[in-house]
């Protein structure tokens, strides 16, 4: 059984901040896509990485995948309110061809 | 139109009833997925598809069933409703590469 893990759970920053939020996993996975979900909506991809190390940029969201394709990163820079939601990963392959998700990350940021 | 559809998006039903969840899609995928979310859960699976004859249990399948009508319909059923089913469901379906398309979600009230 693969284990996911999200961190932190919660984070409330304030417009303009940096953040930084994990997801990580005992199992080696082909790619890992990151999904946010704002309230009341269903979630919407926003990046999918495949390769161990790769390294996306999505304005001012940047996504990384571990060399060990074990787990990923997502980084924003001058955080926006509406950055706020729940950012959600969701590895690929592997154990998990079934779709699962983490339990995500809140963030809320404050203007 | 939306590419993933679900209906209806909101339902107030009693204790017992046995209640059916739709869910169409026009993307023309061949996998479809019921989650159901619950706050500090995120998505939990409850069942999946790839194809019309191919239906697995996922996570949480208890008290649920499910019907692939045809490639594009994929309906969750709660044979006898019960207070703790009270939750935001979505359906979903992806690419063979796991790229994941959400319905807006059904908020389901068992009282």
């Known amino acids: 059984t693969q284990l996911l893990e999200q961190s932190p759970q919660f984070l409330s920053i304030q417009e303009g901040e940096n953040l930084t939020v994990y997801c990580n996993s005992s199992s080696v996975f082909s790619s890992l896509q990151w999904y946010r979900q704002e309230p009341g909506e269903g979630p919407v991809l926003l990046v999918t990485v495949v390769t161990g190390g790769e390294v996306k940029k999505l304005k001012r969201l940047t996504f990384q995948f571990g060399d060990a394709r074990k787990d990923s990163s997502l980084h924003i820079t001058a955080a926006q309110p509406g950055d706020t939601g729940l950012y959600l990963c969701?590895?690929?392959?592997?154990?998990?061809?079934?779709?699962?998700f983490g339990k995500g990350t809140l963030l809320t940021v404050n203007p | 139109d939306a590419d993933v559809t679900q209906t209806p998006r909101n339902r107030i039903t009693k204790t017992g009833k046995r209640i059916m969840l739709e869910c169409s899609q026009t993307k023309g995928h061949d996998r479809m997925y019921w989650y159901r979310q619950d706050p500090g859960l995120g998505l939990r699976l409850i069942y999946y598809s790839f194809d019309v004859k191919d239906i697995n249990k996922g996570e949480i399948s208890d008290g649920y069933s499910v019907s692939r009508q045809a490639q594009a319909k994929f309906s969750l059923s709660l044979e006898s409703a019960i207070p703790n089913q009270t939750a935001l469901y979505f359906c979903a379906t992806s690419e063979m590469g796991g790229k994941a398309f959400f319905g807006q979600g059904t908020r389901l009230t068992v009282v």
């Open positions: 969701a590895p690929w392959g592997g154990s998990n061809y079934k779709l699962t």
